[in-house]
């Protein structure tokens, strides 16, 4: 079956540090992959989303390319706020399907450090 | 989270009695699903539902029913339980065309004693 593997937490960073969480997937076809954020006491929120190879995801400074050929999404940002201190998720889904519930990593802790 | 809310927010319970959890949404979305979050797996599909009446398993189904009586509403209960499944659970639905939203509840917290 389809899996996420995304690298072990926490990670701990001072703030305007680079930032770059590994993601991998295994599935059949082609998937959407995402990225999920959450924050202290609070549901996941999409952070940001690419549906097609080569395909760029961003968002609030944060970015992600679908790579097919080594069958990742490694999130990044350039220069992390305090404010961006939160669990991130990895997942996938398949779009070919009618309904195609959200295959997701164990989740990455960040803690941003001023 | 916009036009998903679960209820209760927080319960504690004790081992061998029954449980529902509810998620309730305000926008007529077909799809819905119940997940689990527990250090060290992520979030893992419980059940899901494609319609009134329509639901399927998940990956961690045993110890769970479900149930969707009306496009509002799902439910989650466990029959019985235990204090393994004590756990955060999060319901959400799918918003909008292809796999481009899914909408989470704020979640459940519940301690089975």
């Known amino acids: 079956g389809d899996s996420v593997t995304q690298m072990e937490g926490p990670v701990t960073l001072s703030e305007e540090a680079f930032l770059t969480i590994n993601c991998t997937y295994t599935?059949?076809?082609?998937?959407?992959l995402f990225w999920y954020v959450q924050y202290p006491g609070e549901g996941l929120q999409l952070l940001l989303k690419?549906?097609?190879?080569?395909d760029k995801g961003s968002n609030k400074g944060f970015e992600a390319t679908y790579r097919k050929e080594t069958t990742s999404f490694h999130l990044e940002k350039g220069s992390v706020q305090v404010s961006d201190s939160a669990v991130y998720f990895c997942?996938?889904?398949?779009?070919?399907?009618?309904?195609?519930?959200?295959?997701f990593g164990k989740g990455t802790r960040l803690s941003v450090i001023a | 989270d916009a036009g998903i809310t679960q209820s209760p927010r927080h319960k504690v319970t004790e081992t061998g009695t029954p449980v529902t959890l509810r998620c309730h949404q305000t926008?007529?979305?077909?799809?819905m699903y119940w997940y689990r979050q527990d250090p060290g797996h992520g979030l893992r599909l419980i059940h899901y539902?494609?319609?009134?009446?329509?639901?399927d398993k998940g990956e961690v189904s045993d110890g769970y029913s479900v149930s969707r009586s009306k496009t509002e509403d799902f439910l989650l209960t466990l029959e019985s339980a235990t204090s393994s499944q004590t756990s955060v659970y999060f319901c959400?639905?799918?918003?909008?065309?292809?796999?481009?939203?899914?909408?989470f509840g704020s979640g459940t917290r519940l301690t089975v004693v």
């Open positions: 959400a639905i799918r918003v909008g065309q292809g796999n481009y939203g899914y909408t």
């Open positions: 599935a059949t076809g082609y998937p959407s």
């Open positions: 690419a549906t097609k190879a080569d």
């Open positions: 997942a996938l889904s398949h779009i070919a399907s009618g309904n195609t519930p959200l295959v």
């Open positions: 926008e007529n979305h077909r799809y």
């Open positions: 539902s494609y319609g009134v009446k329509d639901t």
